[in-house]
């Protein structure tokens, strides 16, 4: 079982950056999938979900109209487009299976001027 994300780095306040999970070893397209983050010196939190078809999601407060939560069940992959990023959105983001609870290993995301 393997959960890769990618696409982090550092970008500027109001920039963008879109994650994604590759996912495989496991059914994808039979679970549901979430991204959570983790900032220096706070607990993990929940910033998205998504069905196993894709058909419905669900955001934090913090992240909502800039955040968006996708899947490709045919690419195995779930992404996280990330707009307007603030510096509070700082962290290490990992994504998540429901059902089984198989974790990434995480990528970081950097807001600063």
């Known amino acids: 079982v393997q959960l890769v994300e990618s696409g982090g780095g550092l970008v500027q306040p109001g920039g963008s950056l879109r994650l994604s999970c590759v996912c495989s070893g496991f059914n994808f397209r039979g679970y549901g999938m979430r991204w959570y983050r983790q900032a220096p010196g706070k607990e993990r939190e929940l910033v998205a979900i998504i069905n196993s078809a894709g058909s419905s999601t669900n955001y934090e407060d913090s992240v909502k109209g800039r955040f968006t939560i996708s899947r490709d069940n045919a690419k195995n992959t779930m992404y996280l487009q990330m707009n307007s990023l603030k510096p509070e959105d700082t962290a290490m983001y990992y994504c998540?299976?429901?059902?089984?609870?198989?974790w990434g290993q995480g990528t970081q995301v950097t807001v600063s001027s």
């Open positions: 998540y299976t429901d059902g089984p609870g198989y």
